[in-house]
């Protein structure tokens, strides 16, 4: 299994995503943005957390403009499986890759800490290894984490089973950290083949670290 | 020719800076303010004086890049 990690100037995450994929058994390889063309034996495409190009204009916003962005356009019309995790979900958006935009935080904080997050559909190549209404305890780092999308496309997404996660408190309750619309913390495509997700996962890898449920979500990654 | 950008966030889509500015504004006994709303402002130089031109390219660049047309609405001023 090979996972190429997307790399732009500002990006922070990408040896921690590499590391969690490694430990797992997947081959990786970092891809800098100006590479025009994604690795042949890709078989999973993650666009990884940071702040590309400093978050300037909006998150995501300059990065979607990046040589490489068009191959990985192409590589998620291909049916290529494609997944964000924070400011790569901020990317898919700007990009038009996933529906709706991530908007300041509602409280204005930069928000860092772990936060319990539920599995809301799993009839897709990410989560199917996951029963629905599963708790896992994430992190999340973020500022622009406020998910907006309009009541047409809130439709959409129901009827779609496009949301993947949303926020929780342990026992699956609703509890919203960030002001999301339906407290949502995931979404991916219409065809199912392109994820993004605020949270961190690959942050979630050791008990030692405050939880390893990361661990489940990325195997489920690897194994479809 | 210059083209003034004011990018915003819709209306009907809720303005937390906006919000909090309001609080603020209302905390310093400024109390006839009933709405605030937080935007940015982004000011280009362009080559060209053909206002028809310079119209059409700035809306461009705003639907591609400078405004998030999911959560964004923006208005161009140009100044000869």
């Known amino acids: 299994m090979k996972v190429s990690i997307l790399q732009f100037p500002g990006t922070n995450c990408e040896y921690d995503t590499q590391h969690a994929f490694e430990s797992l058994g997947a081959t990786t390889e970092i891809v800098w943005h100006k590479t025009e063309s994604i690795p042949e034996d890709t078989n999973l495409l993650v666009v990884a957390g940071g702040f590309s190009y400093g978050d300037y204009l909006r998150s995501g916003a300059i990065a979607k403009f990046s040589p490489v962005m068009k191959a990985v356009i192409e590589y998620a019309n291909n049916g290529g499986k494609v997944l964000g995790i924070c400011n790569g979900f901020q990317v898919l958006t700007e990009a038009g890759l996933l529906p709706g935009a991530l908007k300041r935080n509602e409280h204005l904080h930069f928000i860092s800490k772990h936060h319990t997050l539920k599995v809301i559909n799993n009839d897709n190549v990410f989560l199917e290894k996951l029963d629905k209404e599963t708790v896992l305890n994430i992190p999340i780092a973020h500022h622009d984490g406020n998910y907006y999308i309009d009541q047409d496309g809130l439709e959409d997404l129901y009827a779609n089973n496009q949301i993947l996660l949303t926020y929780s408190d342990k026992n699956g309750n609703v509890l919203n950290p960030n002001g999301s619309v339906d407290s949502i913390a995931g979404v991916c495509n219409k065809e199912k083949n392109v994820f993004g997700l605020m949270p961190h996962p690959e942050r979630a890898m050791d008990l030692l670290l405050g939880s390893d449920d990361g661990i489940k979500m990325l195997e489920g990654f690897l194994s479809a | ?80």
């Open chain 2, 1 to 80: 020719m210059k083209a003034i950008v004011n990018v915003s966030l819709k209306a009907g889509v809720l303005d937390s800076q906006g919000k909090a500015v309001h609080h603020a504004l209302n905390s310093l006994h400024f109390k006839n303010v009933s709405d605030v709303r937080v935007g940015k402002q982004i000011v280009l130089q362009l080559d060209t004086t053909d206002e028809v031109k310079a119209r059409e390219d700035v809306t461009k660049m705003c639907e591609e890049i400078l405004a998030n047309t999911v959560i964004e609405d923006y208005e161009i001023e140009l100044i000869k």
